[in-house]
């Protein structure tokens, strides 16, 4: 007995120390994880290498080390905050690894989309070593600990969910009295620019208008009002102010450091898979210039469409999946979109951005679907907002954690 009690009481000893070393480095990942999700996360946003290191060691000195605020070395050279890229050596299909880059050529202008962070407790540390709680057993009295984390901006696949439903189409343009945009000059005025063809009907002297192609009775009077009757600017239905804010969206796209495909799905009484995940983003503009509106709302239809496209063989596993749906009105065709994004959330990480637009647009409905997605929901009252919208949704890159 008195040889077997010195042996438990070394055992305890070292169960003791190693749970404290444990809880140690739990401590010390967490710390530095937040540390490299908030750098990240702030050089997306700012693009600017002091906001990044200001944000990291922020956060790194609110989470407590071994009853200390992890502190990180913040030079250009100290080794522990490092700006790279994300490469696939093994291709597209392979995981995402960190690639340094110099902290002083990011300075310079040199695109990063990564950020890493090393927390250490070592002796090079500016925490220093971590006493072990019960020093001298086995001849160790502290422990030196580190942990990396990355923060990575990654690719995106990203499906269109657009509302191409009849009240998209919907304009009242403020006529003067007494002006018609049906009138005999107006149309002949019309027909002289090439908005309008004429054709004779047969031998009877009557003619035939049908418009020419790339207008329709909307643009038509949008032209009339401006151009004929010079009442200044139109006013445009909110599937024009659309097709402008898509085309911001892309536009956007076209200049991040990431290689981002886009899908397009719309929806009326039906919805439609226009376009699987493209990274020709040109063609997805051209997809949505030909779309026509006209019909019912059917939103969970719509992204119904829109998860066969991340779904398809063209989707990139390693990449963010993110879906944006789009709306001006109130769901009145099943499937509702709330069961609907439960389903698709289940079915395939990602994140579900909800864009309302308008007086009429259900917006407590669309703001469930963008919870249950993970996402944000964003209101827009007039097509400025829209456009704002679409670019901050272009703009909002995900950062993940890769290490």
Known sequence: MALIFPVLVMLAAFAINSAHMQLTRTQLMVATDAAARAGGRAFSETQSVDSGIQAAAATAAMNVVNGEPLALKTGDNDGEIIFGIGVQPGGVLARYEFQPLSTAAVRGGLTASAFKVIGNRTNNSLNNPVPVILPGLLGINEFEVSWP????????????????????DDLELPWEPGQDPFSNSAINWAVDQGMVNRSRNGNSGSYRYYYADGYDSVSYQQAVYEDYYENGMAPRNAWQDLVVAVDAFLDILDETPQEEQVSLASY???????????????????????????????????????????????ARPYAAKTMVVMTDGMENEAPWAGPIAQRLIAEIPMVIHTVTFGPNADTRAMR??????????????????LVRIFQEIANNLPTILTQ
């Not at 993970?374 to 209101?379: A, D, F, L, N, V």
């Open 268 to 314: 009326s009484t039906a919805a439609s898979l226009d376009n699987l995940l493209e990274k020709d983003l040109n063609r997805i503009r051209r997809v949505v210039h030909r779309l026509n509106t006209g019909g019912r709302t059917a939103i969970g239809q719509g992204m119904n469409q829109g998860i066969r496209a991340l779904a398809d063989a063209r």
């Open 368 to 385: 469930n679907v963008a919870t249950v997605g993970g996402g944000k929901h964003y209101h827009a009252a007039t097509g400025a907002d």
């Open 149 to 168: 984390s990355v923060a990575m901006q990654v690719d995106r696949d990203i499906s269109l969910v657009l509302d191409r439903s009849g009240s998209m």
